[in-house]
Nanobody
Framework: VQLQASGEGLVQAGDSLRLSCAASEIAFSWYGMGWFRQAPGKEREFVAAISWNVGNTYYADSVKGRFTISRDNAKNTVYLQMNSLKPEDTSVYYC??????????????????WGRGTQVTVSS
């Protein structure tokens, strides 16, 4: 399983950015997908998740209303649209895939496959 994230960038507060994560060597449509982030000196935290079946979405309170997770099963890709970015969103963002038969994939331990991180920096 390979997960390749892209879309990193340096933006100003209030700007938007879209991250993409392309998956290969998996039956993508059968996997729940998630985004996590980790800032220096902090633990990895949940950002957003989307289920494999009906596409239910879940968000951390800190990003709810600003970020949107979506998936395109035909392209084996999951997206994270980030609007109204804040300096506290600065972090390395990771995409992850889970084959668990669970809908609410909000814990890192639920994911078995991880991509390399991609840096998002928001200046004030």
């Amino acid at each position: 399983v390979q997960l390749q994230a892209s879309g990193e960038g340096l933006v100003q507060a209030g700007d938007s950015l879209r991250l993409s994560c392309a998956a290969s060597e998996i039956a993508f449509s059968w996997y729940g997908m998630g985004w996590f982030r980790q800032a220096p000196g902090k633990e990895r935290e949940f950002v957003a998740a989307i289920s494999w079946n009906v596409g239910n979405t879940y968000y951390a309170d800190s990003v709810k209303g600003r970020f949107t997770i979506s998936r395109d099963n035909a392209k084996n890709t999951v997206y994270l649209q980030m609007n109204s970015l804040k300096p506290e969103d600065t972090s390395v963002y990771y995409c992850a895939a889970s084959h668990r038969n669970s809908d609410k994939l909000i814990k890192a331990s639920m994911y078995g496959f991880w991509g390399r991180g991609t840096q998002v920096t928001v200046s004030s």
